[in-house]
């Protein structure tokens, strides 16, 4: 079955790090760029960055301020988010997206929630 | 940053409806364009891309047009599945998507 199953969401104190990742199975993950987006409570979709498949690309999304940072590993068909420095604003549900063509996402994982709060 | 502002936020209608959501984009991104619906507690579906190519899957109510600014996301006549949140999605500078659009029952 083609899926992405992302993990490693939960609880964190404000100022905390936190690193999720992305199982991905059914297809080649090694030939697709990937996404993450994410979405607060009630709120709507955030573009959060992109990895492409190679990893030569990556782009992040100005609000981040340098504090996530993508990565993936294509032997084990897993990528990651690494959250840094996290504050309320960060509490969403985080899902990975497989990217076709460019960066438009037709695949999606679950989601993992993260929460930022003392 | 190029921002997408959709309208209206939230749209009554009934069952057989045509339902039209619109998409601006604050600066031109030809058809870097897609659409996802999105029901709660579901990750988002696409939907279409590059403004009018539907999803393979997609039944064909659904439509897309516009390039450059202005979009629409077209439900030719509305059927039960598809009371959810629909969000657009520009990629001609990175992604920034909608604040999304609600469609609930009359």
């Known amino acids: 079955e083609v899926q992405l199953v992302e993990s490693g969401g939960g609880l964190v104190k404000p100022g905390g790090s936190l690193r999720l990742s992305c199982a991905a199975s059914?297809?080649?993950?090694?030939?697709?760029?990937m996404n993450w987006v994410r979405q607060a409570p009630g709120k709507g979709l955030e573009w959060v960055s992109f990895i492409s498949f190679s990893s030569s690309q990556i782009y992040y999304a100005d609000s981040l301020k340098g504090r996530f940072t993508i990565s993936r590993d294509n032997a084990k068909n897993l990528l990651f988010l690494q959250m840094n420095s996290l504050t309320a604003d960060d509490t969403a549900v985080y899902y990975c997206a497989r990217v076709k063509g460019q960066l438009w996402s037709d695949l999606w994982g679950q989601g993992t929630l993260v929460t930022v709060s003392s | 940053d190029i921002q997408m502002t959709q309208s209206p936020s939230t749209l009554s209608a009934s069952v057989g409806d045509r339902v039209t959501i619109t998409c601006r984009a604050s600066q031109s991104i030809s058809s870097w364009l897609a659409w996802y619906q999105q029901k709660p507690g579901i990750a988002p579906k696409l939907l279409i891309y590059?403004?009018?190519t539907l999803e393979t899957g997609v039944p064909s109510r659904f439509s897309g047009s516009g390039s450059g600014t202005e979009f629409t996301l077209t439900i030719s006549s509305l059927q039960p599945d598809d009371f959810a949140t629909y969000y657009c999605?520009?990629?001609?500078?990175?992604?920034?998507f909608g604040q999304g659009t609600k469609v609930e029952m009359k």
């Open positions: 590059k403004a009018s």
């Open positions: 059914g297809f080649t993950f090694s030939t697709y760029s």
């Open positions: 999605q520009q990629y001609s500078s990175y992604s920034t």
